[in-house]
């Protein structure tokens, strides 16, 4: 009987193990199950206006497969990496949930945003699966320097996966999946139509348009927001100005990428939408790009000549291949793990390969007469080495200034008589009086 005893505690001690994974598996599969009918409804069942199943083959298909594999394998897998993977998948359900709360938050929940909803809870679920399964499973038979040794190492490999895996692959979800969902109010001195054109890609895209006076016309971008100054200044000059929801932004269809890949594609047809316009000469339309928005521009200069004039503000990088290009950016080797997973999950969301870098696009404007505008402290003064590249680069003819004492895109705050005094001359140069 004295030998029967501690076999039946451990026979029992087995078989509460045993149930405790069973039941633990099947809160863990439920939660995976909701995570991925939320990629489904959101890459194929429910996708962005303008969009189609077949666009997200890539970014629905691989989470799908991911999610699978870890349904089955659960069960089967040690404590230590149960409790990662469900502290994994955990992450990825709350950051597939951001979409949601951020759409629900900017005029209630639609679509696919309702499984998104139930992604953030099941998330939530196996982060706390994860992290009990991860107390519970701490190991104490060993000496408390080795235990709490092997404990800081943990530590400090979860905080260096933080800062070069996760959160790059938390900004390029966010980048790929929110933007302004409104329209901003429009205060642009001047009367204007609403209009709206699609892209070669078959995206309806929606704006305004200030009638030309002087027969020149000027794309403002990105968006109908942070242009309206620039927009005010050059229709107070005679110029046609448009400005308009670039994709998966306000009322205009497609995916959103706040770091413009692709998204040429939506100033040729801008372009194509001005030379369509009677008040508009075909060989007089110019283009102001902010920020990413100059990035933008200067891809679309390098591959049409639709452009008779181009001015790119702000500009810096938008992947990997500027932090290698750019001498501005390449002494940052410390970012470089960070800008791989981050182009990585960027390429993976998107079904789209990274754009050259702007260093390659520039020297191919020429003979467009293109201006760069950069602020002296913009961007914590990571502006100017890329800027300075891009001038040395770019053919004739070309100018540059650095705005004495300015931040980001802020020219026109900053000096604005000088703003105006530069910019408006270039586009009279290259436009107003081109013959």
Same mark, same amino acid.
């Given at each position: ?50 969009? $189609? *199943? ?6 629905? #298909? !691989?989470?799908? &497969?991911?999610?699978?594999? =870890?349904?089955?394998?659960? @069960? ?84 260096? $996966? *933080? ?6 692959? #938390? !900004?390029?979800? &966010?980048?790929?999946?929110? =933007?302004?969902?409104?329209? @901003? ?84 047809? $801008? *372009? ?7 008040? !508009? ?155």
């Amino acid at each position: 009987m004295s030998a029967a005893a501690p076999e039946a505690i451990r026979t029992g001690a087995r078989g509460e193990a045993w149930a405790r994974l069973a039941s633990e598996t099947v809160l863990v599969r439920g939660a995976l199950s909701v995570i991925g009918l939320h990629v489904v409804d959101d890459r194929f069942l429910q996708p962005e206006p303008g969009q $189609a *199943a077949s666009d997200h083959l890539v970014s629905g #298909s !691989v989470p799908l &497969v991911m999610i699978s594999a =870890a349904a089955i394998v659960y @069960p089967r897998l040690r404590p230590g990496l149960r409790a990662s993977l469900a502290l994994l998948f955990g992450y990825f359900g709350v950051l597939a949930a951001t979409e949601a709360a951020y759409y629900a938050a900017n005029g209630g929940p639609s679509g696919d945003d309702y499984t998104g909803l139930l992604s953030l809870v099941a998330g939530l679920l196996l982060l706390g699966i994860g992290s009990t399964t991860l107390w519970r499973s701490r190991r104490q038979s060993s000496n408390r320097a080795r235990r709490y040794g092997r404990r800081l190492l943990i530590a400090a490999g979860v905080v260096l $996966a *933080a800062g070069t895996v996760f959160l790059p692959t #938390s !900004v390029a979800y &966010v980048v790929t999946h929110t =933007a302004r969902a409104e329209v @901003p109010w429009a205060e642009l001195g001047s009367a204007f139509e609403e209009v709206q054109f699609r892209t070669s890609d078959g995206l309806l895209l929606k704006g305004w348009y200030i009638p030309s006076q002087n027969g020149a016309a000027v794309i403002a971008f990105p968006g109908r927001s942070g242009p309206q100054k620039q927009a005010r200044m050059l229709a107070r000059h005679g110029y046609g100005v448009l400005l308009f929801d670039r994709r998966g932004e306000g009322e205009s269809e497609g995916d959103p990428n706040a770091f413009g890949w692709g998204g040429e594609r939506d100033l040729y047809a $801008a *372009a194509a939408y001005l030379r369509s316009r009677p008040d !508009v000469d075909p060989s007089k339309i110019g283009a102001i790009g902010l920020s990413v928005g100059g990035e933008m521009l200067i891809h679309a200069a390098a591959h049409s000549d639709a452009f008779a004039a181009v001015v790119s503000e702000g500009a810096s990088g938008q992947s990997l291949r500027d932090e290698l290009a750019n001498p501005g950016l390449r002494d940052r080797l410390l970012d470089i793990p960070a800008q791989v997973s981050l182009v990585a999950a960027m390429t993976l969301f998107t079904d789209e390969l990274p754009p050259p870098s702007l260093e390659s696009e520039v020297a191919k404007i020429a003979p467009t007469p293109a201006f760069f505008v950069y602020g002296e402290h913009g961007q914590g003064g990571s502006e100017t080495k890329p800027n300075k590249g891009f001038y040395a680069t770019a053919g004739e003819p070309k100018e540059i200034w650095e705005v004495p004492n300015g931040e980001h895109i802020a020219g026109i705050t900053t000096e604005p008589e000088e703003y105006e005094r530069r910019v408006i001359g270039f586009f009279d140069d290259a436009l107003a009086t081109r013959d």
